[in-house]
């Protein structure tokens, strides 16, 4: 018998294409089995992540509201009535956790607001992840996203950031899509200063992993494609 209001689950996925169930608990599969509700950023990869979780779980009883760039805003704060009617729901990343760097922050906010219980499931979080790894200050750090595209205000940010933790011994944490990212690294080597550390984490749990920490001065000495592989960059000055 369903509860007089349903929890919102957040379930994580995998940062990559290899099986789930080998960085993901058990926890994560009685969600799968057990919710009918989601709310994912693209049905086709959310029905081959389900798939892959439970492949005996009827596709066509599924129900997905799509939440990314083409989602008409009037319609987010629809998408949890099935909770409010006793289903319980699921919030799906792309990769990772969601709601860090990932637009279900605002259905998570919408629920609280809307005294729905959310229940955050265990999962890699490709942040924290190139944290742990990093050897950088982990007691204190921030998060940035991502930076400016622009050459002129992308350089002031990262001077800015590299400022603010040689100020507050803070590590600055921020990603870029994919495809910039050569251009990120080498926009790193030029504006940092030489003995400032830089961590590159790169296709973090997959077996093309990547952790680097080393001075800006080493990176500009250092061969790596980073093109359309995801990263995570740490500076600590």
Request: with cysteine.
């Amino acid at each position: 018998m369903a509860d007089a209001i349903g929890k919102l689950y957040l379930i994580p996925t995998p940062l990559g294409d290899g099986g789930p169930l080998e960085v993901l608990p058990i926890s994560v599969k009685w969600a799968i089995e057990n919710i009918e509700h989601y709310i994912v950023e693209n049905e086709r990869s959310a029905r081959r992540f389900i798939k892959k979780i439970s492949p005996k779980k009827s596709q066509p009883d599924l129900i997905f509201h799509w939440l990314n760039k083409f989602t008409n805003p009037e319609e987010i704060p629809t998408f949890l009535e099935p909770c409010l009617q006793g289903h319980d729901m699921g919030l799906l990343s792309e990769a990772g956790c969601p709601a860090i760097a990932d637009p279900g922050a605002q259905i998570v906010r919408l629920a609280h607001e809307k005294n729905i219980k959310v229940i955050p499931l265990v999962g890699p979080s490709a942040v924290l992840m190139a944290m742990m790894s990093s050897g950088l200050n982990g007691q204190n750090f921030a998060f940035n996203g991502y930076l400016a595209i622009e050459n002129g205000e992308r350089k002031k940010q990262i001077k800015q950031l590299e400022k603010k933790s040689a100020d507050t011994g803070q590590s600055q944490v921020f990603i870029e899509t994919p495809y910039r990212n050569d251009k990120m690294l080498a926009e790193l080597v030029k504006t940092l200063k030489s003995d400032t550390l830089l961590c590159v984490a790169t296709d973090i749990s997959l077996s093309t992993e990547y952790i680097k920490t080393q001075t800006a001065y080493d990176w500009g000495r250092t061969q790596i494609e980073l093109n359309k592989r995801p990263s995570i960059f740490i500076i600590q000055a």
